[in-house]
């Protein structure tokens, strides 16, 4: 992965971990990502989305929840997530990056957090990397209320054998756009078609890319 810059940020819930990371020349935008509810900031996906996401010009923020920060793997309550996610998007949009559209994301989990506090943080868009349906084996729990509420431009990149389910492309609002790719919900195959996806779908959120 990129090397990238590394501090704390305060939050409501204990510090958060950001790792920060820009392009070569004066980023036309800025995205952050928050990882899988046990995993981190060095996923796959993740890795390959920080990769398009500095080619395509923007900066690039992972975030590490003060949960996995102070060493839990289980995740903290929504709320306190949601209070965490949003304190950092204000730190990191700020200042210098305050006029950049902000495009949030993350992988399952983050994905969802992102979701819930799209409004919240001024978001231009959202990417979920495997979204979580629903708990494996448990379609009746749906999170796809979480997913259909977001009102800006939203690309799901989500593996053809997820066991945490696959949205009904018939049945999602037009602000969201589907990529299926081969895997399951791991995304670490097909590393080409989710890049291109990603672009393609970036050139639609910030003008001009």
């Not at 920060?69 to 305050?98: I, K, M």
Request: aromatic fraction near 2%; include cysteine; charged fraction near 20%.
């Amino acid at each position: 992965m990129t090397d990238l810059a590394v501090s704390l940020v305060p939050t409501p819930h204990g510090d958060a971990r950001v790792h920060v990371a820009r392009p070569s020349d004066e980023p036309v935008g800025l995205m952050m990502l928050g990882h899988g509810a046990g995993g981190g900031v060095t996923a796959h996906d993740l890795r390959l989305a920080t990769e398009v996401a500095l080619g395509a010009g923007l900066a690039i923020a992972l975030v590490e929840q003060p949960y996995r920060v102070a060493g839990r793997r289980a995740p903290a309550p929504p709320a306190q997530v949601d209070a965490a996610w949003r304190a950092v998007a204000e730190h990191a949009h700020g200042a210098a990056l305050s006029d950049l559209p902000l495009i949030v994301g993350g992988r399952s989990f983050g994905g969802r957090v992102s979701c819930r506090t799209a409004d919240d943080v001024g978001a231009a868009g959202v990417l979920c990397l495997a979204f979580p349906v629903h708990p494996p084996g448990r379609p009746e729990r749906s999170r796809l209320p979480e997913l259909t509420s977001v009102t800006v431009p939203t690309l799901v990149v989500q593996g053809e054998r997820d066991p945490f389910g696959m949205p009904d492309r018939e049945s999602l609002p037009s602000n969201i756009t589907l990529a299926v790719v081969s895997g399951d919900h791991s995304l670490k195959k097909d590393a080409p078609t989710i890049r291109a996806a990603i672009n393609t779908w970036l050139a639609t959120v910030i003008p001009g890319l």
